[in-house]
């Protein structure tokens, strides 16, 4: 799993759903805690942030920026192609699934979820980042 100091980036234009996620984050010992309003905003602090990200929680459905072209940006800069990247979406429709796996989606999150449910999603995020690192 990733340890308690990663640096998360989570991004979506609702503050109570920032704050959701974030709070999830805490209850599974995480500290490290970068937010974004949308895609654009994220890009942005991705590139500032003193401490590298090393994760990216992103929800899907944004105005100016989507989750889905901030992934596909994200992708685009060799700087970030291995970074790990979970989509916290209600979409489930298997088009929009395909969609993010072609852009390159480490994993996606169902809304609502619980906190059980992030951890097991970062967990296989976490094992597959660390087996394609380690190939």
């Not at 602090?45 to 072209?69: F, H, R, T, Y």
Request: glycine residues 6%.
């Amino acid at each position: 799993m990733f340890n308690s100091e990663t640096q998360i980036l989570i991004v979506d234009d609702m503050l109570t759903m920032r704050k959701l996620v974030k709070k999830a984050c805490k209850t599974l010992g995480f500290n490290n805690f970068i937010e974004a309003v949308d895609g654009q905003d994220a890009y942005q602090k991705l590139q500032e942030a003193p401490i590298p990200v090393q994760l990216i929680i992103s929800d899907w459905n944004m105005p100016n920026c989507s989750g889905l072209d901030f992934l596909k940006r994200v992708r685009a800069d060799g700087r970030y192609k291995e970074l790990p990247f979970v989509l916290l979406t209600a979409e489930a429709e298997m088009h929009q699934v395909k969609a993010a796996v072609e852009a390159g989606v480490s994993n996606y999150v169902i809304k609502p979820f619980t906190p059980d449910g992030l951890r097991q999603k970062l967990e296989q995020t976490y094992v597959k980042h660390a087996g394609a690192n380690a190939a």
